[in-house]
């Protein structure tokens, strides 16, 4: 059996990958391995409890808070809100845990449970498998007053909004956004806390019903909001995803905007501010080499990890350093939250174009993405992807063609027999010539069959 946990928390098709079982059992047993109060006084743990809009999360969400009451945890019942703003919730009421249901960018039918630690943080691996082995173990049951109680706390969406505010206060009066929330979590508080800096607001993806999350909207689906900067001659767009824990942008010629693109904007504004720790950016070893290459030429030096937000995580914390992201849109800026902020990148973006009085497209146009090509090999043996010598020879010939005009990277899927192999090249033809030659190679060299 795999582990319990994933990358980022307990996903699956909702009622049935996810039941209500399984999520009661799941949370008694991080009460039990969280609710210590210790240091934190005598009163009992507390849990904040959040949700996207998606149906299931109704159901999921009290067995959630059911499974922590049952445990003597006291519940504060956020509401619909996005991921970040659970995580700050966490913190900012010193809670000893939080809870978050939400597939992210998944469609509806999946939902998921991301959990939080005290200070908002989520859970390292070595914590997510004592839980594991938790569920099932007998324990003692509190009855009476000792069973935790659950109380609406609706004021969160107020207490994130204010945070917000208050980490990005510039004001955006004349800027034209346009807001696609993906019909998710942040369908209210986004706009809202733009309109509160003064933006000018039109929203689409904003109309949840609790069926239609993701659905041909948000941060994967980026067309719809194409065609709305342009028809409706917006300075921007914004396009989040289902939890909002993530954002892209589209700047007013309608072209995109990547997290790449967003990370290289924000690093240069706050180098430009004296905020740019170290002067260094984190970022995954799936960034774009012209992010690389833009930074570089800007003095601002690029640490890359493991693909995974929570290891851009783990390297701001390990440093003591205030940005890091993903390509996707997952963008963290440590001084301001513990976990990716898809309303506070937007926020920030929108201001970094409001006090360099330049468009997004100017401002983005300081880094040249590469063409980048992506093949996944399927049916391969991954875990001989570094010691075979065929492989190795066929990437270095590669790497020798490119120069510093292009890059590799073959990697191993953590779920799959599969390798992803990519390629940036100077044209998007040689990329695609290259990254097709070393498929083949993997394919010959590695294939099960």
């Not at 030096?301 to 849109?329: C, H, I, K, P």
Request: glycine letters at 12%; a negative charge; aromatic letters at 2%.
């Amino acid at each position: 059996m795999g582990r319990l946990f994933g990358t980022d928390g307990v996903r699956g098709m909702a009622n049935k990958d996810l039941t209500a079982e399984l999520a009661l059992d799941l949370s008694v047993a991080v009460a039990h391995e969280l609710g210590g109060r210790g240091a934190f006084g005598g009163r009992r743990a507390t849990a904040v409890v959040g949700r996207d809009p998606r149906a299931s999360g109704e159901f999921l969400g009290s067995a959630v808070m059911a499974g922590f009451a049952s445990a003597g945890v006291d519940v504060l019942d956020a509401g619909v809100l996005p991921t970040p703003a659970i995580a700050y919730l966490t913190m900012r009421l010193t809670a000893e845990m939080g809870a978050m249901l939400s597939a992210s960018h998944n469609a509806m039918p999946d939902n998921g449970i991301k959990y939080f630690s005290t200070g908002g943080n989520k859970l390292a691996d070595d914590l997510e498998d004592r839980i594991a082995e938790r569920m099932g173990a007998e324990w003692e049951r509190p009855t009476g007053a000792a069973v935790g109680r659950i109380r609406p706390f609706p004021q969160g969406a107020e207490f994130y909004m204010e945070h917000l505010r208050s980490a990005v206060p510039e004001r955006l009066d004349g800027l034209h956004v346009v807001i696609d929330g993906a019909h998710g979590a942040a369908s209210h508080v986004a706009p809202e806390v733009f309109q509160r800096a003064g933006a000018r607001v039109d929203v689409i993806g904003g109309d949840p019903s609790g069926l239609n999350i993701n659905d041909g909207h948000g941060s994967t689906h980026l067309e719809p909001l194409q065609r709305a900067v342009l028809d409706r001659g917006a300075d921007m767009g914004v396009a989040l995803d289902g939890d909002a824990d993530r954002c892209l942008a589209v700047d007013a010629e309608g072209q995109v905007v990547d997290g790449d693109q967003i990370m290289a904007v924000l690093a240069v504004d706050r180098q430009g501010r004296g905020t740019l720790t170290d002067s260094t950016l984190v970022a995954t070893v799936m960034s774009n080499l012209g992010l690389l290459q833009a930074m570089e030429q800007r003095g601002i030096t690029v640490v890359q990890t493991a693909v995974g937000d929570r290891y851009v995580l783990e390297e701001l914390r390990r440093r003591g350093l205030s940005l890091g992201g993903e390509q996707s849109g997952h963008v963290i800026m440590l001084d301001h939250g513990t976990t990716g902020d898809g309303v506070l990148t937007a926020l920030s973006l929108a201001a970094g174009v409001v006090n360099a009085e330049k468009p997004l497209a100017e401002l983005a146009a300081i880094m040249q993405r590469l063409p980048q090509v992506l093949i996944n090999v399927k049916d391969v043996d991954k875990h001989a992807l570094d010691t075979d010598a065929g492989v190795r020879e066929a990437v270095a010939d590669v790497e020798s063609q490119l120069g510093d005009g292009g890059r590799v990277l073959l990697r191993r899927s953590g779920t799959e027999p599969l390798v992803r192999v990519m390629v940036e090249a100077p044209t998007a033809e040689e990329a695609q010539r290259c990254a097709e030659h070393l498929a083949a190679v993997v394919t010959e060299r590695l294939s099960l069959s």
